[in-house]
């Protein structure tokens, strides 16, 4: 199938469902939320209780393996228990496609609030939030996993509180990494089955905070020394983005870059 008949198509299968659908007889569309590598997901209200939840369907085009990742992440989500984390309550089959149930997590994502709202995050901002994530972080890597997936859109801000979302690419520590043999660097060091990897991506989430409040010296004209020469970072914190960033040599646990973050914010 050539590449445009394969979108195309990919494209009709994938069509979320319709608002007002009732499915299972128990959880009513509300809002469609969002379509990710591997599955859709919608606002639901749930008839019976009256409660707001957040359905997930594996990704038709996915065929198997869509159906075969939403359910480890159901199994996953079923071994974590963390106020910060949104419970598994329920999955369903219905007409051969896949469902999961969870809390919905009211807030907004980071990615909200930095291009929907126009939120401007100071260093101290972006690594206080940082070290309320990695509070999450480390439990689930205690529990023996890792996320894999920790962007700007997986992390919920409401108040002082701070939800860490979509497990869909979570995989157990010590399992083979499932990565494309043509994947570039960047995605390679984001799929590997280590907590190195999810130091990586907290590294790229502290940029994109730290870029909301960027104002290029010249307009248009980016730095050849990217982010290390555009952002006005200080000393401290810039030894430990170059250790998540892996640019000199990274962390070997979440701990001890949790002393590291812990001393330069006290500092």
């Given at each position: 199938?050539?590449?445009?008949?394969?979108?195309?198509?990919?494209?009709?299968?994938?069509?979320?469902?319709?608002?007002g659908k009732v499915l299972a007889g128990q959880y009513r569309i509300e809002r469609?939320?969002?379509?990710?590598s591997y599955g859709l997901t919608y606002l639901c209200q749930d008839v019976q209780?009256?409660?707001?939840?957040?359905?997930?369907?594996?990704?038709?085009?996915?065929?198997?393996?869509?159906?075969?990742?939403?359910?480890?992440?159901?199994?996953?989500?079923?071994?974590?228990?963390?106020?910060?984390?949104?419970?598994?309550?329920?999955?369903?089959?219905?007409?051969?496609?896949?469902?999961?149930?969870?809390?919905?997590?009211?807030?907004?994502?980071?990615?909200?609030?930095?291009?929907?709202?126009?939120?401007?995050?100071?260093?101290?901002?972006?690594?206080?939030?940082?070290?309320?994530?990695?509070?999450?972080?480390?439990?689930?890597?205690?529990?023996?996993?890792?996320?894999?997936?920790?962007?700007?859109?997986?992390?919920?801000?409401?108040?002082?509180?701070?939800?860490?979302?979509?497990?869909?690419?979570?995989?157990?520590?010590?399992?083979?990494?499932?990565?494309?043999?043509?994947?570039?660097?960047?995605?390679?060091?984001?799929?590997?089955?280590?907590?190195?990897?999810?130091?990586?991506?907290?590294?790229?989430?502290?940029?994109?905070?730290?870029?909301?409040?960027?104002?290029?010296?010249?307009?248009?004209?980016?730095?050849?020394?990217?982010?290390?020469?555009?952002?006005?970072?200080?000393?401290?914190?810039?030894?430990?983005?170059?250790?998540?960033?892996?640019?000199?040599?990274?962390?070997?646990?979440?701990?001890?870059?949790?002393?590291?973050?812990?001393?330069?914010?006290?500092?």
């Amino acid at each position: 199938m050539s590449g445009y008949f394969k979108r195309v198509y990919e494209a009709w299968i994938d069509y979320p469902q319709r608002v007002g659908k009732v499915l299972a007889g128990q959880y009513r569309i509300e809002r469609f939320l969002g379509i990710g590598s591997y599955g859709l997901t919608y606002l639901c209200q749930d008839v019976q209780s009256g409660e707001e939840i957040v359905l997930k369907q594996a990704k038709p085009s996915k065929g198997r393996l869509g159906q075969e990742l939403l359910r480890r992440e159901i199994e996953i989500m079923g071994q974590l228990n963390h106020r910060s984390i949104p419970r598994c309550l329920a999955s369903f089959e219905e007409q051969k496609r896949l469902y999961m149930v969870t809390e919905y997590v009211k807030g907004q994502t980071v990615e909200e609030l930095i291009f929907e709202r126009g939120a401007l995050f100071t260093e101290k901002e972006a690594f206080g939030i940082v070290r309320k994530l990695m509070e999450i972080v480390c439990y689930v890597h205690d529990k023996g996993f890792v996320h894999l997936d920790i962007r700007i859109p997986n992390v919920i801000l409401q108040g002082e509180r701070i939800s860490l979302i979509d497990f869909g690419l979570a995989s157990r520590l010590g399992e083979p990494a499932h990565i494309d043999p043509g994947a570039d660097m960047e995605l390679a060091r984001r799929r590997k089955v280590e907590v190195s990897s999810d130091l990586y991506a907290i590294g790229h989430f502290i940029l994109f905070m730290l870029y909301s409040a960027f104002e290029p010296k010249v307009p248009g004209v980016e730095a050849s020394g990217g982010w290390e020469e555009e952002l006005e970072v200080s000393p401290n914190m810039k030894k430990i983005l170059r250790k998540l960033l892996q640019i000199d040599p990274t962390y070997v646990s979440a701990q001890a870059f949790i002393v590291d973050l812990d001393a330069a914010l006290n500092d």
